[in-house]
């Protein structure tokens, strides 16, 4: 599986920016995905993550109510949709995709998750 991470840029506090992650596998419906994020100097941190099918979600605290998380599995895309960007939210952010069966929980654990893409910049200027 191969994962192709865009829609990075810099944008000022209170903007928004759609992120993509798009897969090159035919088995893109067997893996829930996740974004991460790092920060320069700081480990890498989990910010969101759905289901195989799209029907569960969980985010971080710090992102909740602002990000969304969703899914194509049509056309093998993740998303991530961020609102009302801060300067906080300035970091690398990686998709990852996590082989699980239908009925498992969606992971925050970095280490659960199998195949991750190349990563695209969001900077925020206050």
């Known amino acids: 599986v191969q994962l192709q991470a865009s829609g990075g840029g810099l944008v000022q506090a209170g903007d928004s920016l759609r992120l993509l992650c798009e897969s090159s596998g035919t088995s893109f419906n067997l893996f829930a995905m996740g974004w991460f994020r790092q920060a320069p100097g700081k480990e890498r941190e989990f910010v969101a993550a759905?289901?195989?099918?799209?029907?569960?979600?969980e985010y971080d605290d710090s992102v909740k109510g602002r990000f969304t998380i969703s899914r194509d599995n049509a056309k093998r895309t993740v998303y991530l949709q961020m609102n009302s960007l801060k300067p906080e939210d300035t970091a690398v952010y990686y998709c990852?995709?996590?082989?699980?069966?239908?009925?498992?929980?969606?992971?925050?654990?970095?280490?659960?998750?199998?195949?991750w893409g190349q990563g695209t910049q969001v900077t925020v200027s206050s």
């Open positions: 759905i289901s195989r099918g799209g029907g569960r979600t």
């Open positions: 990852a995709a996590d082989r699980v069966i239908s009925t498992a929980p969606v992971s925050k654990d970095v280490f659960e998750y199998d195949y």
